[in-house]
């Protein structure tokens, strides 16, 4: 009779440990995922405001003028050769 409640001890200490292992490694695991999203959020935002402070030193770049005026002359220089015939003034 001794062995038998021994036995049944053993069987209940097993699943015990077993359980607890499971919720351990639930638990690593929800952790790891919530830390993985949080760090992919804030890094964006760390990444955000660091490019803001960059853009915010720089106090004269002359590529940007001339990157604008360029954009403007090709779409200026666009629209000039691809006017369409003004055809209300040519009927009779």
């Known amino acids: 009779m001794e062995l038998q409640n021994t036995t049944s ?15 351990r ?19 964006n935002e760390t990444n955000r405001l660091a490019l803001l402070e960059f853009k915010n030193q720089v106090s004269d770049d002359p590529m940007v003028y001339s990157t604008h005026r360029t954009i ?15 055809i209300r003034g040519s009927q009779p």
């Open 9 to 23: 001890w053993g069987f209940m200490s097993s699943l015990s440990a077993n359980i607890l292992l499971l919720l």
């Open 25 to 43: 490694i639930q638990a690593a695991m929800t952790l790891s995922i919530t830390h993985a999203s949080a760090a992919k959020n804030f890094g």
């Open 72 to 86: 403007h002359n090709t779409i200026a220089n666009y629209k000039e050769s691809h006017v369409a015939p003004d």
